[in-house]
């Protein structure tokens, strides 16, 4: 896994292994980021069950002005924190340890670009997609990975699917808000 472009471009990040990590793959990663390459600039991100951080992480180093970076596993908060440091933008980012959820539910935070990639077939997406729409900002982009046959809502408060983009047995699905009224 590596930083695809930005201040951090090339630099490789560390993951944890084993069969309860997922890391997105690079395909996805750039897929995502082609799609919201002019969006990034100065805007805030929510990376929910971030991982290794590798979303955010790639986020900060386009120009993303801040990530806040949520999981419940110390593990993976303390990778991420690694790879922060490794590239150089730590400054730029929050570690919280807490389960999605429950973070998202007692926020007060808004944000710009989200994504988010639970674990799978557990309905986690399904109760946290609502929440999340609810601490983004107009013109907003939200990013769900999820499995090709869980399907998700055609929209979500003031959000409306895009597209979903499928690679496999993987699909993302793009939710934007247009409505840029305050």
Known sequence: ??????TARGKRLA???????????ERIKEAVFSVVQFDIEGRRMLDL????????????SRG???AVMVDISRDSLRVAE???????LREKARLIRAEGEAYIASSRERFDIAFLDPPYRKGILQRVLPLVEEHMNPG???FCEHPFEEELPESVGRF???RDYRYGKILVTLYRCEDVRK
């Not at 896994?1 to 930005?6: A, D, E, H, L, Y």
């Not at 993951?15 to 997105?24: C, H, S």
């Not at 690694?82 to 150089?88: Q, Y």
């Open 49 to 60: 069950f971030t991982g290794s951080g590798q979303m955010a992480i790639e986020a900060l």
């Open 15 to 25: 993951t944890l292994t084993g069969d309860a990590v997922r890391p997105t793959p």
């Open 64 to 66: 993303a002005a801040q």
């Open 82 to 88: 690694e790879n922060l440091h490794s590239t150089g």
């Open 160 to 162: 409306s699917k895009i």
């Open 140 to 142: 907003g982009s939200i």
């Open 1 to 6: 896994m590596r930083v695809i472009t930005g």
